[in-house]
């Protein structure tokens, strides 16, 4: 079994900036793919970020140049810089990475999903 932790959410101001944090723990060989994905009321969960296991970073058109996606494979964590946030980036936040898992002499491809943080941005 994976968990993923998320940290960092809350309520912040338009133009303000929060960071949100994902740590990976349980049994797994090693990481993957992780990102972020957002869900508001009333609307589909959708991309924000990911970042491969070397570290490239891929972006949704409505959050490039304000939010950064990092990694910390040392640490099993992966991290969300959020910049100029809008009322419109209001929602939970959900940490997703994909896993690579021994199961007897096989090894598998999981994925699994954190159990959301919520931001809202009001002033």
């Known amino acids: 079994q994976v968990h993923l932790v998320e940290s960092g959410g809350g309520l912040v101001q338009p133009g303000g900036s929060l960071r949100l944090s994902c740590e990976a723990s349980g049994n797994f060989l090693r990481l993957n793919d992780m990102g972020w994905y957002r869900q508001a009321p009333g609307k589909q969960r959708e991309l924000v970020a990911t970042?491969?296991?070397?570290?490239?970073?891929h972006y949704a058109n409505f959050v490039k140049g304000r939010f950064t996606i990092s990694r910390d494979n040392a640490k099993n964590t992966v991290s969300l810089q959020m910049t100029s946030l809008k009322p419109e980036d209001t929602a939970v936040y959900y940490c997703?990475?994909?896993?690579?898992?021994?199961?007897?002499?096989?090894?598998?491809?999981?994925?699994?999903w954190g159990q959301g943080t919520q931001v809202t941005v009001s002033s």
């Open positions: 997703n990475a994909g896993v690579k898992v021994v199961r007897g002499r096989k090894v598998d491809d999981d994925n699994y």
């Open positions: 970042i491969s296991s070397g570290e490239i970073p």
